[in-house]
Every structure is written in structure tokens, then in C-alpha cells.
């Protein structure tokens, strides 16, 4: 009680608890007494009863009055707080200095402190909650008059509050998922989230000011507001795949999913949009790779069966169907060994298909080698083949593909390949492959006899460029190889460095070998060596010369002949007359007889040294000698247009004596001359027969251009060709005659004229030779 | 001594007529009957006239040579006797000249003793 005194008595000047002032005397002042008490007691009541909690404030600070109200929150009694202990002693420690100055300023100058303001207290038990204060000075005095209220409950809501509105916040800021909120009435945009800013390309400001036709293709709007109404409705969720249009125009796809809410009266939609364009662009391909693969399938040229995880047939092409003899559906569900019988070409087991093995391994299985596929009609053919699990996106084996080809051609190829190479191997002359760095990684046995060489690694991964002459090293990088490459082959004639260091003449041809996509893989070269033809062709050369030579000596003979018959018979003449009647001119006559004799003598053996072309005494075989020359001349020309017949009607002892390289070099000339008329097309006819019983008759026909009359009579005339230019030395038929007159022959020519082939005839004399038989008389054809 | 002319008629046949000039010098100094002829079918002309006894006959000529003179003289006259007079180089046409009838063969250049001799001995067979 002696606080409600106090505090009437406290606040007897001050508004709140200022009775109001009647009059005087005793029952004026008993009357003012009863009214004064009645006044404290009401405010006694309102003050303890006002659910505020409620202070007074002493100057220095000190409590001098609390309601039950303040006491309670702070757990304090009343007898505690009052009189004992300073407001600051209440106050959080952050906020002491603030409060403090308030009520200094509130002392001084009560007008600028702030009368109402948030601070937290402190309680007995050491609690921090949040209160509102209300400070005021109470009228007339230093005391000012504090209530409180507790506010920290509804801090806390208010926390939690700003809490979760960040969060929802953050969410909708920072979800994948673009959000677009409309409302109904007139399907404008009242939120939009950054995602679906980034979706459209828009600012939220523009999409604030747009509409929900505005973010859709105007030919989808019907659909797309039908899903919206839809939603809103509340009929579904989710408007899936709709097409939406970005702010440049392009257009994506979008599931909607739309939730409406009801938010300060109105009535709103809120959408998610999921972009779904990378997820339809994926279906979309695996469902043409899914196509595709099917027309791949069907279109491959290999065999393929796909199969289940049961090793059960799926699918097969028409190869596959070929190969097994099975129709796809027939095969379909079928286990693959029902459907696909594979055997061991030798052993003729059966052979387990790779599936099982792909299934238990998880990796691509070749079949073993020499499998050989019975089809369902007993047929056999090799295959090849290999088989690899499918995946899917998990890498979970889903199935398995088995791809098989027919090998039956591949081996008939490798029959061949084998023929051909030990055609190859047989082969005297070379044959090499060469890496394109020019490393030798094939040779054959003849190449490497060639060579010099006993064992192939004498040879291989050398470099070609070590058979080659230093002095043709240039030519091989330069001409040789690139126009092989180019052209696909070259052809020429050099000589080879063989590994002791001697070099022999050869004729190579080089090639490239390219695979079935037009790459170089290798290079390859065949060589001749054309040491017998080089001397062959020398002597030919030589004997020509000869015959040249002879040729000119006869003819200047023939010339000389005369003059000096004249000059000796003359001379023996003047002697004669001389014997009669000595003189002195008989000495000098003498002079010029001797002399004349001696030309005579000089003049014979020049002659004689040119005749021993036809002294050389060969036995020549006839037939075989002419099919040497026609060898030759196929050598230095193509002779394949060119059908050469001989026919050849004589005892096999027939024989012709004489120089045999010098009537090789004849026959070879009139040979090389018919084709050359023939240019690359004709027939050769060449009969040998009997014309009597010492002379033999060789005809040698053509069917090419013919000799015109003109050129007939100069046919045999030396530096005179028929050829065009450098084509003909003007020496072939001059020798040829000279060769075959000094053996006692002739030549002859007949043509009917330009056009109409020509016809060579040489007499030649021949003996029987008696230690052959006699007894076969054979005709050949060629 | 002068030896009496012969009976004996012989034809020279040859395109050079310095030789024939000096075969007619020798031959007649044996008293032989000397005519001649400078080419092919000139001496095919005067063997019909003059029926020689013998022809000395040149293979080597222009135009006609002395194969296909003697072929064409065989045509008519068979019993004349014919001595070939060749070079060094051709022994070919003698072969050719067997089949035509021909007595001897005379090499030129020749000794004037070598053609007395031959025309002789031809003429005595």
C-alpha cells in the first residue's frame, strides 16, 4: 500500500494522478479526500491492471515504482525492483548507451527525445526478450513514467516471417525452373523469376507488361489457353510439351505445370516452366538414329542379327536373312543357335556364337577363324564375323549385335592370291613391294638371285634407292615414283646395283598399289634383267655395221671394177706391143700393171673382210630362229594387236649355214618393219618352205600399210626410210640384203600398193644336216 | 706372126664402152668376131642379128640387167654359150644365172689373159 501511497503521492502533481483541486474546507477536503482516493484507486487498479507492465523513473535512474505486470515479466518481486534497483540494470548491454542518452535528452530537452522506441530487456533468470517502450516525464517533475510492452513473441513471428520470405525468395530466384505468375482476369504477368527471364530472353519489366498470348506462337494460342483454363479449373497440373516463343522468335518447348492461388482477393495463376527442347531434340534423334539405324540395318551389306539379353532374335537384314535361310519373322523370338548354325571348317564342330561370351564380358568378340555357316537348305559358306553388346545410357548391356559377312569370295580370292604369288615366287626375275618410305618389306626368290643375295634378309628393309646408280638416285625421287603415282605405273631401262657392287642392264616398272579408297599403300616394281638382250642387241649392232659396211665396199667395188679392168687390160695391151719394139716406156707400164694389180689385191680384201658375215659358219634352225626374232621384237614393242602365225614345212634336220646373229638381225628387222606397218593390229604370216632342193623359201606377209610403187624402188637403197622421220635408220632392208646376199640368198618385196600389206620373199640355200633324223616334218602355229 | 680370124662370132655385152673397146682389142688380136652391144636389149637385138657363137654378158647394168637379158635371150635361143662377167660381191646372181645355162663366170677387174683363156675353153666345150 505505502507504493499506491507513494504513488499518489508521487504523482499528486501530474496529470495522470492529479485530483482535481474542489474547493477548501473539511467536507469540501473530506470530500476532496474520498474523491482523491477514489481517483488513486482507480488508478491503482488501472495501474496494476493494465497488462502493460508499467515503471516510474527516478532521475538518477532508480525504479521507484513497478507494477505487478513488470515485476512478473522480469521475475523479480516488487520489493526487489522498487527503490533497489536502476532501469539500466534491466537493459541489454547493447543497448544501455543508446537508452541512457535518451534519458539525458529527455531531462534537458524533452522534445527531442524519442518517446517510443524497441529494446531488449533482461529478466532474473538472464533472458533477453524484446519490449516497445513508451518513456514519458511525468509533468513538473524529473520522473519520467515507462511502460513496456512485451513484443517478443511478435518479433519472433516477424523473424520467421522475413526468414521464410527469403527463402521463398531465393527459391524463386534461383529455381531452374522458369515461374511466371498471372493473374486470371486478364492473364497478365505479376511475377516473373529470373529463369524464365533467361528462358524468354525478356526483363522481368517487359514480362510484367505482357500477357499469356504474348509468350506463345499465335497458331498454339487456342490450345495453350485451353490447358491454362484447364489448370484453373483445377482439372490438371501439368500442360505438357506446349510451344513457347522467346523475344527473338524462336520457339522452345515447355511443360507448364500451374498451381492457382488465391493472394490478396485475386486470383492468380502460378506457372513452372520446364524448357524441354534439349529433351525433345534427343527424343526426336533417338528416334531417327533409331531409324536410321533400322534403314542401316536393312540397307548393310553385312549380315546382322540383333538379339535380346536372353540371346533371343530380335531383328535381322536381308542379308541375314539370305545367309541362314530363316525370314525375319520366322527367326523372331527364336534363340540364335536354332537360327544360326556355325560350324569349324575343319573340325566341323560346332562352334558357339560369340553372344555369350559378349554378355559375360561386356566387350566386342571376334568368331574364331575358319567358320564356316550352314543355312537353313544345308548350304555352307565361310564367314566371318563378330559380335558387340549394346548399351544403354547406363552402360547396362541391353542386347547384343552380331555382325557376319560372306567369305566365300574372300577365299576363293585367297586361292588366287596363293596362285598368283607362287606365280610370283617362281618368277625369274624381281618382284618387290615397297613401303612409301621406300623400305623393302617383299621380295621374291628371283629378285633376290637378281640382287646377288642368298637369303631374304640380305635384302629387306633396305631402301630401293640402294640398288639404284648413284647417278640415277635423282631421277627415281623425282620422275620415276612420282609419275608411278601418277600415272600408275612407269617403264624404262637402267641399270641395277646389285649388293657386291657390280650393276647389271635391266627394264623395271614401278607401281603403286592403292587401297579400295584410292590410298597409297605401297609401292611395287618389277625388274628384267635384259643383260642377254643388251649383248644380243650389241652383236645385232655390230653385225649391221658390217653389213653396212660391206654394202658400201661392194658397191664402191662395183664402181672401181671397171676402171680397173679397163687400166690392167690396157696396160697388158701397150706391153704387148712393147715386147715387139723395144722402147723406153716398157719400165713405167710395168709401174702401172703392178700398181693397178695391187689395187686389184686391196680391193679384194676389203671385200673379203665385209664377206665374213656369211663365213661365220652357225648351224641355223630355221623356225627357231625366227621365233627368237619375233621374241625380240615383242620385247622392244607391243606385239599383243598382232596375230602371228608361221607355218613351217620342213625335216627337222633342215639347216642354214651361216652367221646367226647376222640373220636374227634380218628376220628381226623385217619382223619390227611389219609390225610398225601394222601399227598395233594385224596378222603376221610367216611360211617357210622348200623352194628346191637347195633353196628354201621364207614369206613374210603383212597386213598393214603396204609400199607404195614409188617407195618400192628405193626399198633396198641404204639412208633411205620409208618410216617417217626417226622412226628408220634408212639401214634395215640395205643391211638385211647385204646380210643375206653374203649368205648366198635373196630379198624380195611385193606389195599391191598403199594399203594393201606387203610381202617379203628371201631365197636362202640349206643342207640337210645326216646326224638328225629325217623323218619329222612338222607344221606350228604360233 | 699373124694369126687368121676365126670362125668363131662373139658378143660382148656391157654398159661401160671403155671396157668393151679393150675386150674387143684383146679378143680380136686372137682373131675372134668381135660385135657389141652397150645395154640389155641392145644385145638381145644383135644376138638375133649376128647369131654369135658366144656372149660375154655384165650382170651389172642400168635399166636391164644381165639376168633379164639372158632370160629374154633364152627365150629364143638356147644353144648360145654365155660367160657371166661379175664383181666381187654378187655371188648371188651366179646362183640365180645356173638355172639359165651358163658356161663360165669372169671376175672383174680382170688379166687379158684370164678373158682369152675362159672364152677358149668355153668355146671348146
Redesign the interface.
Known sequence: MTQKKNLCHNDSDGSLTGPPQAGSGKSLRKQADKALHESEERYRVLFENTGTSIIIIEEDMTISVANEDFARRTGYSRSEIEGAKKWTEFVSREDIERMVAQHRQRRESPGDAIPIYEFRYRTKSGELRNALINVQLVPGTRKSMASLIDITERKRAEEALQESEAMYKALLTGAAEGILVADLQMKQFRYANPAICRMFGYTEEELLRMTVADIHPKESLEHVMAEFDAQVRGEKTLAPDLPCLRKDGTLFYANISGISVVLEDHNYNVGFFTDITDRKRMQDMLALSESEMRTTLYSIGDAVISLDLKGCVLMMNPVAEKLTGWREPEARGKILEDVLCIVNEETRCKVDSPVVRVLKEGNVVGMANHTLLIARDGTERPIGDSAAPIFDQDFNITGVVLVFHDLTKEREAEGKILDQLSIIESYNGLVALADMNGKLIYINPGGIKMLGAIKPDEILNKNITDFIEQTNLKHVTDEWIPTAIRDGEWNGEHTLKRIDGTSIPVAQTIFSIRDVAGNLRHMGTIIMDISIQKEMQQKLLTSEKLAVM?RL??DV??EI??P???????T??ML?RVDEQPSPFKGQLETVLHS?RQC?II??NL?GYSRTIGNKEDAVNLPDLIREAVDNVNYQYDMSGIDVALNCNLPTNTEITGNKVALLSVFVNLIRNARQAMYEKGNLTINVEKKSEIQLRIEIHDTGIGISKEQMTKLFQPFISGWKEHEGTGLGLATSLGI??TH???ISAESEGEGKGAKFTILL?YKLNEEKTNQTHNKEEE | MKKEFTNWKILLIDD?P??LD??K??LE?EKYHVFCASSGSDGILLNEQKNPDLILLDL?MPEMDGIETLRNIRKNDDKVRVVILT??????TI??AADLNVSEYLS??????D?VSIISKSLEL
Not at chain 1, 564 to 570: C, H, K, T, Y
Not at chain 2, 87 to 92: A, L
Open positions: 660391206g665396199v661392194a667395188a662395183h671394177n671397171n680397173l679392168a679397163i687400166i690392167i687390160g690396157r697388158q695391151l704387148r693397178a686389184k680391193l679384194s671385200l643375206i646376199e648366198g640368198g635373196k640355200p | 661401160e671403155k671396157l679393150l675386150m682389142d684383146v688380136e651389172r664383181g666381187y660381191g654378187c655371188p648371188d646362183r640365180d672383174k677387174p680382170f688379166e687379158n689373159e678373158l
